[in-house]
């Protein structure tokens, strides 16, 4: 059993829980979404707040951080993206007609999933709606985003994905690859039997992973629309996937997570030691750090599966992960913000940069704290 980890600051400025935390691109800022409305900007290197975002007029559901830009979205049906200097809100972005669930920023557009059972793009600068993605019949959830550079270049394709294509997954139990372009639909992904929780592309492969309550992980071929294989051991619903070079990693109500081959399906480890349901999954230096349900992260050898740490602190489900360098940051339903010392984990040797490149659960990015905290 691993031993405890140690905090380094509890940031508990929060009135309501924390939906999603993301670290921009510079590793200089940290954003945070919560449950009282607000967005909070965070320093990296003394873990201060250093911005108050407010104008949302109900929870925020998700948020994206850029280095000059930070973006929000809310259960207000609106999109705001903010100066991260200031503060100032510099765009609203309206048009969805139920709670925003999702929002990427990706190739200079602002990309957007809903209740409404619509996706979006948007211009960035105009805040204008440049197309609607319409044909799920239930809820969209997860978004991931395949540029135009990422795809064949074949006089049959070319045209169809020359703005990229966009995968959107629903709890009508399909996903559907979208011409960005065009808004038409280039393909509907049927297979689950339950929710689409939660997707991630291997975009040079043109290979999607979608995640179901069904229990299920498939991988699809987002050109043609073949599932070409099923990932099946879980014995509850798949909540968050992590591909990282050739190996995804998936994390499940039946308090486990495994990982599996991603070309084969082949389940070659569980890591288990959760109480709870496993909600958020970072791999980082030879290391898998999961958050769950029980409140608690913990960090396991990601070779060996052996639980090399437990940090505790939080009470109540642990929403987002993150971590680079040094630091471990938790967000949680309990309202705070924790930021944890991750050194001495030995795990294996950070492997080569792949040959392909991976997209991040919803493209989120991971930013490098650019002065480490030091434990108190």
Same mark, same amino acid.
């Given at each position: 059993?691993?031993?405890?980890?140690?905090?380094?600051?509890?940031?508990?400025?929060?009135?309501?829980?924390?939906?999603?935390?993301?670290?921009?691109? @510079?590793?200089?800022?940290?954003?945070?979404?919560?449950? @009282?409305?607000?967005?909070?900007?965070?320093?990296?290197?003394?873990?201060?707040?250093?911005?108050?975002?407010?104008?949302?007029?109900?929870?925020?559901?998700?948020?994206?951080?850029?280095d000059e830009a930070a973006f929000?979205?809310?259960?207000?049906?609106?999109?705001? +993206?903010?100066?991260?200097?200031?503060?100032?809100?510099?765009?609203? $972005?309206?048009?969805?007609? !139920?709670?925003?669930?999702?929002?990427? &920023?990706?190739?200079?557009?602002?990309? !957007?999933? =809903?209740?409404?059972?619509?996706?979006?793009?948007?211009?960035?600068?105009?805040?204008?709606?440049?197309?609607?993605?319409?044909?799920?019949?239930?809820?969209?959830?997860?978004?991931?985003?395949?540029?135009?550079?990422?795809?064949?270049?074949?006089?049959?394709?070319?045209?169809?994905?020359?703005?990229?294509?966009?995968?959107?997954?629903?709890?009508?139990?399909?996903?559907?690859?979208?011409?960005?372009?065009?808004?038409?639909?280039?393909?509907?992904?049927?297979?689950?039997?339950?929710? %689409?929780?939660?997707? &991630?592309?291997?975009?040079?492969?043109?290979?999607?992973?979608?995640? !179901?309550?069904?229990?299920?992980?498939?991988?699809?071929?987002?050109? =043609?629309?073949?599932?070409?294989?099923?990932?099946?051991?879980?014995?509850? =619903?798949?909540?968050?996937?992590?591909?990282?070079?050739?190996?995804? $990693?998936?994390?499940?109500?039946?308090?486990?997570?495994?990982?599996?081959?991603? @070309?084969?399906?082949?389940?070659?480890?569980?890591?288990?030691?959760?109480?709870?349901?496993?909600?958020?999954?970072? $791999?980082?230096?030879?290391?898998?750090?999961?958050?769950?349900?029980?409140?608690?992260? +913990?960090?396991? @050898?990601?070779?060996?599966?052996?639980?090399?740490? %437990?940090?505790?602190?939080?009470?109540?489900?642990?929403?987002?992960?993150q971590v680079h360098g040094q630091?471990? $940051?938790?967000? =949680?339903?309990?309202?705070?913000?924790?930021?944890?010392?991750?050194?001495?984990?030995?795990?294996?040797?950070?492997?080569?940069?792949?040959?392909? !490149?991976?997209?991040?659960?919803?493209?989120?990015?991971?930013?490098?704290?650019?002065?480490?905290?030091?434990?108190?």
């Amino acid at each position: 059993m691993g031993g405890g980890g140690s905090a380094l600051k509890v940031c508990a400025d929060h009135r309501g829980g924390i939906n999603w935390l993301s670290l921009s691109p @510079d590793g200089q800022r940290l954003l945070t979404g919560s449950e @009282d409305g607000t967005a909070r900007l965070w320093s990296t290197a003394d873990g201060q707040c250093c911005a108050l975002l407010q104008g949302h007029e109900s929870y925020v559901t998700f948020c994206q951080l850029e280095d000059e830009a930070a973006f929000t979205c809310s259960a207000d049906c609106t999109i705001r +993206r903010w100066d991260v200097l200031t503060g100032q809100c510099l765009q609203v $972005y309206r048009g969805h007609t !139920s709670i925003v669930n999702r929002i990427l &920023v990706a190739n200079n557009q602002l990309f !957007s999933s =809903s209740y409404d059972r619509t996706a979006r793009v948007w211009s960035l600068d105009k805040g204008q709606m440049s197309r609607e993605f319409r044909g799920h019949r239930n809820c969209v959830l997860p978004l991931a985003y395949s540029g135009p550079w990422d795809l064949p270049s074949a006089p049959c394709v070319e045209e169809a994905v020359a703005g990229g294509l966009l995968v959107t997954g629903s709890t009508d139990g399909t996903a559907k690859v979208w011409q960005v372009a065009s808004g038409c639909c280039h393909q509907t992904l049927r297979g689950h039997t339950g929710a %689409v929780l939660c997707l &991630v592309l291997d975009t040079p492969g043109h290979t999607a992973f979608t995640g !179901s309550t069904d229990a299920t992980i498939r991988a699809w071929d987002i050109l =043609s629309g073949e599932q070409l294989r099923v990932f099946r051991e879980h014995q509850g =619903s798949i909540i968050c996937l992590e591909l990282v070079n050739r190996l995804m $990693y998936s994390g499940s109500a039946d308090r486990t997570v495994k990982c599996w081959l991603a @070309d084969t399906g082949e389940c070659v480890r569980t890591f288990t030691a959760h109480r709870r349901n496993v909600s958020a999954l970072k $791999y980082h230096a030879g290391t898998l750090f999961t958050g769950s349900g029980d409140a608690c992260a +913990r960090a396991f @050898d990601a070779q060996s599966g052996e639980l090399r740490r %437990v940090f505790r602190g939080h009470t109540f489900i642990i929403n987002c992960i993150q971590v680079h360098g040094q630091v471990l $940051y938790t967000a =949680s339903h309990d309202g705070a913000l924790r930021l944890w010392d991750v050194r001495g984990l030995r795990g294996a040797p950070r492997p080569p940069p792949p040959t392909r !490149s991976l997209s991040r659960l919803f493209s989120n990015k991971v930013g490098c704290a650019a002065t480490p905290l030091q434990p108190a």
